[in-house]
């Protein structure tokens, strides 16, 4: 049973950060096999190129598809739960994050299979995704402004979509008062590889 941890935070002092550090020792201590895919560290280059462009716009399937992008394939067809970790900026996931989006589901693999799709190996279905973001906000007001809902249904509905069997979305809202939610947040954490191994099993 593997995760693939897919984190998006420029700053190892960040809150973001302690959270990948706890949702680790809670897989080590669940006895779950993990991989981190760090983007900024990994530098992975959230923008495409014009022939990438070419390829997903004009459905070109013959145009080559990147080695950076072939090795989070890779990943993917390994994961039996893949978990996003990333902060709230601007109701919506860090630009490298939306990028990965942009350039990992290409199309044939991820989306917009047909006949001639049959060259392209086609993305698994994924036992199970979980979106855990950090928010600024606390939870209350981002359900009262409706963004709750909408990063929900980005991220849940339309992202990880049906290429996902089981799907949950974590906001770890409050995080400008840091000390009120901290504990919360660290129980929340705490849950994850027992679900891990209940959806995945
Ligand atoms: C560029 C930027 C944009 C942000 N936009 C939002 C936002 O739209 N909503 C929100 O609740 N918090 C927002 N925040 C606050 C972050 O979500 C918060 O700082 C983060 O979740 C936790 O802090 P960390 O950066 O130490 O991990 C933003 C922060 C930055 C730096």
Redesign the pocket.
Known sequence: MKTQIIYC?P?R???????LKQLEANLKKEGLEYEISDLYAMGFKADMTEEEYNREGFINIDLPIPNDVKDEHKKIEKADCIIFLY??????CPAKLKGWFDRVYSVGYAYGYNDEGNKIEKMKKVPYGIVI?????PNEF?KEIG?AESMRNVMIDDRLGKRFTNKEMII??G??DKEKVRLIHSQIIESIGRKIKEYCA
Not at 87 to 92: E, G, N
Not at 133 to 137: D, L, Q, S, V
Request: one cysteine or more; hydrophobic letters at 35%; charged letters at 10%.
């Open positions: 935070h700053s002092q960040s809150y973001t950060y302690e959270i902060p709230v900026w601007w109701s919506d973001c950090t928010a600024g906000h981002l963004i770890l809202g995080t400008l």
